[in-house]
T-cell receptor
Framework: EAGVTQFPSHSVIEKGQTVTLRCDPI?????LYWYRRVMGKEIKFLLH????????ESGMPNNRFLAERTGGTYSTLKVQPAELEDSGVYFC???????????FGSGTRLTVV | RKEVEQDPGPFNVPEGATVAFNCTYS??????FFWYRQDCRKEPKLLMS???SGNEDGRFTAQLNRASQYISLLIRDSKLSDSATYLC????????????FGQGTILTVHP
C-alpha cells in the first residue's frame, strides 16, 4: 500500500512569492490533516479535512494560507504571499474515516528567503 | 503554557541503560495519548498508544495517569537505534482527530 506522498520535498522561495504544497493521502482515507513544524517549536496542527470538507481549520495562521481538497482526494496548501516566518516543515497525514491509523507523509521543507 | 509539555533533554545514555521520559498535558478533555518517534529530518511515526492500565511493547513501557495528567515512557536496554526524538502526543477533546504534540525529547544512545 502506498503511503502518504508529499510534493515537493524541498522548496526555497523568496519572500512575497507563492508556493503550493501537495499531499496525496493513502487511498480511501477520508481524513486528511496538515501540520507544520517551525524551527525550535513543536509540530502544530493547521487543519483537518473530512473528504472535501474542512472539518477544523483553527490552526491556520492567517489568510495567506489556503488549503483545498478537491474531490476528496489529494490536497494542496498554498501560501501567498510567503513570509520569512512561514519557513518550516509542513507535514500531511491521513487516517481512515473510523479514526486511528494516522500516517504521516515525509514532509515538505519550506525555506523562505 | 503549552498544552503538552516535555523535557526537551537531550538525554545521552550508554547502550543497555534504562531511560524514562515524562510528559504533562493541560487539556483535561484530551481522550487519547501516544508516543511518536521522529528520526532526524523524517516524519513522526507512531511508537505506541498509552493507556491508563499501562502498556508494554517489548522494551518500551508507557503509562498514563489521568488524575495527574501525566504520561511516561520507559525504554529498557537501550539500543543505538533508539536514538531519536520522542514526541508526547494527545488527541481528542473538542477537536476529533487533531493531534497536539509536545516539543519532543531528544535521546542519544552511545556505545
Amino acid at each position: 500500500e502506498a503511503g502518504v506522498t508529499q510534493f515537493p520535498s524541498h522548496s526555497v522561495i523568496e519572500k512575497g512569492q507563492t508556493v503550493t504544497l501537495r499531499c496525496d493521502p493513502i487511498s480511501g482515507h477520508d481524513n486528511l490533516y496538515w501540520y507544520r513544524r517551525v524551527m525550535g517549536k513543536e509540530i502544530k496542527f493547521l487543519l483537518h479535512f473530512v473528504k472535501e470538507s474542512k472539518q477544523d481549520e483553527s490552526g491556520m495562521p492567517n489568510n495567506r494560507f489556503l488549503a483545498e481538497r478537491t474531490g476528496g482526494t489529494y490536497s494542496t496548501l498554498k501560501v501567498q504571499p510567503a513570509e520569512l516566518e512561514d519557513s518550516g516543515v509542513y507535514f500531511c497525514a491521513s487516517s481512515p474515516r473510523t479514526g486511528g491509523g494516522y500516517t504521516f507523509g515525509s514532509g515538505t521543507r519550506l525555506t523562505v528567503v | 503554557r503549552k498544552e503538552v509539555e516535555q523535557d526537551p533533554g537531550p538525554f545521552n545514555v550508554p547502550e543497555g541503560a534504562t531511560v524514562a521520559f515524562n510528559c504533562t498535558y493541560s487539556n483535561s478533555a484530551s481522550q487519547s495519548f501516544f508516543w511518536y518517534r521522529q528520526d532526524c529530518r523524517k516524519e513522526p511515526k507512531l511508537l505506541m498508544s498509552v493507556y491508563s492500565s499501562g502498556n508494554e511493547d517489548g522494551r518500551f513501557t508507557a503509562q498514563l495517569n489521568r488524575a495527574s495528567q501525566y504520561i511516561s515512557l520507559l525504554i529498557r536496554d537501550s539500543k543505538l537505534s533508539d536514538s531519536a526524538t520522542y514526541l508526547c502526543v494527545s488527541s481528542g477533546g473538542t477537536s476529533y482527530g487533531k493531534l497536539t504534540f509536545g516539543q519532543g525529547t531528544i535521546l542519544t544512545v552511545h556505545p
